[in-house]
């Protein structure tokens, strides 16, 4: 039976796993910020650039990406799709079974209006789910370049598939703006 070959998966920054890449560990957020500025000098790409931390520093440009997340608006479409169809249930139900109401409306507003309400909270909520994990990739199954003294409060700043020409600038690029240590990874051998 022959094989299927698969179509090849788009790099992204954390999928450091299958690429090669150099980094390094700072001790601290201004130390880091000079390693992002060092590597931004070198004229590394930001979206070839990775900053992990084991905390926030929101107050400082190396953690600032210029990423645009779609998630609002799946949320919103989720959104309207739940509660339109919570609508046509509601709706369909009230419909499908001929009652005699009197002289009250066939479909009555308020208990369409909850179902209505809860199936489009809940279209939201599934939409932003779904899209977290797969923006996040959190379901992916190569592990993501991770080095343990993140845990210990180290904040690692490297480089996705550098050429093999600039590693050297970038380890000395990395040292003189702070690094405690600089660490590459490389293409796993078959």
């Not at 790099?11 to 500025?37: H, V, W």
């Not at 990739?137 to 490297?158: C, M, Q, V």
């Amino acid at each position: 039976m022959p094989r299927r070959s698969r179509k090849p998966r788009r790099k992204g920054p954390t999928d450091m796993a299958a690429t090669t890449s150099i980094y390094g560990l700072f001790p601290g957020p201004d130390s880091a910020e000079r390693g992002m500025n060092a590597l931004r000098a070198a004229g590394i790409a930001r979206e070839n650039i990775v900053v992990m931390s084991a905390e926030p520093f929101d107050e400082y440009s190396f953690t600032q990406t210029d990423h645009k997340t779609v998630m609002p608006w799946l949320a919103t479409l989720g959104g309207l799709v739940g509660g339109t169809c919570g609508f046509l249930l509601a709706r369909y139900t009230q419909v499908a079974y001929s009652i005699t109401v009197g002289n009250m409306p066939r479909v009555s507003p308020w208990p369409t209006a909850i179902v209505t309400y809860e199936l489009t909270m809940f279209g939201a909520v599934i939409t932003t789910v779904i899209t977290l994990l797969i923006t996040a990739r959190l379901a992916r199954r190569r592990p993501a370049l991770y080095d343990p003294e993140i845990s210990n409060g180290k904040i690692l700043i490297g480089v996705v598939d550098p050429s093999d020409a600039a590693r050297a600038d970038l380890e000395k690029r990395l040292r003189g703006a702070g690094a405690e240590q600089v660490k590459s990874t490389a293409l796993p051998s078959n």
